[in-house]
């Protein structure tokens, strides 16, 4: 079977092929709806200094990291470390992947699903003076609406997928990545043109160290996780549809400088809006859906159209991202199982729309937990918890049982783009875990306690 497997195993066309589709599994509602709430609700730039500082020193030697085991061992998430360490528990790491990506894509199809509804609403059109929060509360409380976009956006993800790494996942990369940085400049264009923007400018770029706590990192450390897609097994998957003469430096920092470049371009698109027409930044999860609308309608001319726009590019930036969290769990069904593709899609999109369900404010309603509701706890346990978690055992094993020298020595075959030298085994055996731990520690403390 798995001779059989490996001669069909396909691989991206193209360096171009895999770039779009690693970024766009990086770039998607992590950058353009939770990093301007998260920026927002940890005072501004002193956050985003944080965030940077995470994605350079841990985010970057990971994403190489997940995509040279990947090229190595072209297979998934938990087939790699099985091929890697036959015998050993570390497919541990895989399998945490797996179901992580099974939470993480439930309740981020219901709010893709919000986002789509939102494509209609702005249609319809955004006028002064309407209640955007009754609208948007109106809207999740419903049963029947959000869960028809639910099913709508979990079966467009999972005809993408039935349809194959080329003809499914790249093709669709290939339209909806460039669409995806047109509007955003556009967006970013209005939003800075406004009158009043330099007030936004100024809070994004001015950092505020005080605003900052122990939770702060913790957030910042899931969000760096949550935006490029790292801890589950997402690039080493992607990466295992890449051929060997692939260079792994340079695409990974391709990866992660567009990721950053478009949350940075994202809060461009979005303070300078909401400052110049005197919104609150700090407005949490409903800063897209409550205070944007209302930023939108008080424009003074095409709010709508740019309504429109915004919750189209964050649909498009959603797609692109959720078909890499359905293919962690399709290509271990498939290697491992050796269940055919289409139907592995279909099952698994079937069940990740039942589990998004419990998600709708209207069925749970009592439910809490750590002051949370269903869709704040699946993203507490997947995005705080599991994440992190995956890419600190990562890092345990790229250092320590594969070694940080023959990871290095792999990373740099074939020669050519970024050296990978002994900077890199020091991040990887140190700085990565160590700082992972400590902020994991911190911030459950101060999350339980607090
Ligand atoms: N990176 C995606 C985003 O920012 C979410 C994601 C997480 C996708 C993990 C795949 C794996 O929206």
Request: aromatic residues 14%; contains cysteine.
């Amino acid at each position: 079977m798995s001779a059989q497997n490996e001669a069909q195993r396909e691989q991206w066309t193209s360096r171009l092929g895999f770039i779009l589709a690693a970024s766009g599994s990086a770039v998607g509602l992590g950058n353009i709806w939770r990093f301007p709430y998260v920026v927002g609700e940890n005072g501004g730039a002193a956050f985003v200094v944080i965030y940077l500082a995470i994605i350079l020193l841990i985010g970057y030697p990971i994403m190489m990291s997940e995509m040279v085991i990947g090229r190595k061992t072209q297979k998934n998430a938990v087939g790699a470390f099985l091929n890697m360490a036959p015998g050993a528990p570390w497919w541990v790491i895989g399998a945490l992947g797996v179901f992580s990506g099974f939470v993480i894509l439930s309740f981020y199809s219901v709010v893709a699903g919000w986002s789509m509804a939102y494509m209609v609403k702005a249609l319809q059109g955004f006028t002064p003076g309407m209640d955007f929060e009754g609208m948007f509360f109106d809207h999740i409380l419903g049963v029947s609406g959000p869960l028809v976009w639910h099913a709508i956006f979990m079966a467009i993800t999972l005809g993408i997928i039935g349809a194959g790494v080329v003809k499914g996942i790249q093709r669709t990369v290939k339209i909806l990545m460039p669409a995806l940085f047109i509007l955003l400049l556009v967006l970013a264009v209005r939003a800075l043109t406004l009158p009043g923007a330099a007030a936004g400018v100024a809070y994004y770029l001015r950092p505020d160290f005080s605003q900052i706590s122990a939770d702060s990192f913790l957030t910042a450390i899931g969000q760096s996780f949550f935006t490029l897609s790292l801890g589950m097994g997402c690039m080493i998957t992607y990466g295992s549809y890449m051929n060997k003469g692939e260079n792994i430096s340079d695409n990974a920092a391709w990866v992660v400088g567009l990721d950053t470049g478009i949350a940075l371009i994202a809060g461009f698109a979005i303070f300078p809006a909401v400052f110049a027409l005197g919104f609150d930044p700090g407005q949490g999860a409903g800063l897209a859906f409550i205070t944007l609308p209302a930023v939108f309608a008080s424009m003074p001319f095409g709010g709508s159209l740019f309504g429109f726009l915004f919750f189209a590019l964050l649909s498009v930036a959603a797609v692109t991202s959720a078909i890499s969290l359905l293919e962690v769990v399709v290509a271990w069904l498939v290697d491992e199982k050796g269940m055919p593709r289409v139907k592995a899609s279909l099952i698994i999109g079937a069940i990740i729309f039942v589990v998004g369900i419990p998600t709708f404010p209207t069925i749970m309603g009592d439910f809490s937990f750590l002051g949370g509701d269903v869709m704040d706890t699946y993203e507490f346990f997947a995005n705080d918890i599991a994440l992190p978690l995956g890419g600190l055992l990562m890092s345990i094993f790229v250092g320590y049982v594969w070694t940080a020298k023959k990871a290095q020595e792999e990373i740099n075959t074939p020669k050519g783009g970024i050296f990978v030298g002994d900077w890199f085994g020091f991040l990887i055996k140190y700085v990565v875990p160590v700082a992972i731990a400590v902020i994991l520690v911190m911030g459950l403390y101060s999350k339980i306690t607090g």
